[in-house]
């Protein structure tokens, strides 16, 4: 039997587990021994997960559910072949339903033609769809679900006492999820997410990628005023609301405003 290595009372994070980076952040969190995973990774990483599982020494016939933190390929490609593996079901949001129930690999980012990016997309049946403020209970443990959109539209986030399952909302260095219209993001809605976990009372966040770290809200307030940005940028095209720089392009085309400095050449 392996030697667990919590991260928190009742969570496992199966890399840090397992002491490599085998793909997204997975959880297990457990209580009683009755035991759930958020997020599951790439299929090709399943059969390393569930050995690291049976180390520990967690029935696999006690996974209550598996939950999918929302639909992109790299958490929730292995989700059809670790639920064959479980016997379990699958818990996700309910805009995460019809692209992981069809396989849709536009919506997970499975393919992306322009950088020759092709993986399968294994469609898998949802049998519990989860929303903001359900509890989901593990032995005597309850977590909170909350819906935290703006990098997809499904994104959930899990609080456990005074730590969040943050998903791909922010990272330990400032970043955040990545922005992609196909994959259902929106930005005014992230920044309302980032604003909600600012103004809670968690102490931990504990991402879908990288390590976790403490909620530090000066970085998140940096955070927020540099995704509120975007909403103004062309950056992310149609996913802005507005772009200042072409209304001043129309005052300075109208009154024939030229650069300081710079002077048309004589005819």
């Known amino acids: 039997m392996l030697a667990r290595k919590p991260l ?7 890399n840090f587990q397992a002491g490599e980076v085998l793909g997204c952040n997975v959880y297990l969190v457990h209580d009683s021994n009755e035991w759930i995973l958020i997020d599951i990774g790439y299929e090709e990483t399943v059969d390393d997960f569930i050995e690291i599982i049976r180390g520990l020494d967690f029935p696999l016939s006690r996974c209550k559910t598996l939950v999918a933190t929302h639909a992109d390929v790299d958490h929730i490609q292995g989700l059809a072949k670790a639920k064959q593996i479980l016997k379990t079901t699958i818990s996700a949001h309910p805009n995460a339903v019809e692209p992981l129930t069809t396989g849709d690999t536009l919506k997970t980012l499975a393919v992306i033609e322009a950088q ?35 990098h997809t539209d499904s994104q959930l986030a899990f609080r456990i006492d005074d730590v969040l399952l943050s998903g791909d909302n922010l990272y330990r260095d400032g970043c955040i999820g990545a922005i992609d219209a196909h994959h259902g993001s929106d930005i005014r809605s992230f920044v309302q997410s980032l604003t909600r976990i600012r103004e809670s009372d968690v102490k931990w966040l504990a991402p879908s990628h990288g390590p976790i770290f403490a909620k530090d809200n000066a970085m998140l307030d940096r955070v927020i005023e540099r995704v509120s940005g975007y909403l103004h940028m062309a950056d992310f095209g149609t996913l802005a609301e507005d772009w200042p720089l072409m209304n001043e392009w129309d005052d300075e085309v109208a009154q024939g405003i030229l650069p300081d400095g710079w002077q048309a050449p004589a005819e």
């Open 116 to 150: 020759d990016l092709k993986m399968a997309m294994p469609p898998v049946e949802i049998e519990n769809q989860i929303n903001d403020g359900d509890i989901l209970t593990v032995g005597s443990k309850q977590i909170e679900v909350w819906h935290t959109p703006g």
């Open 8 to 14: 928190f009372p009742g969570v496992i994070e199966l």
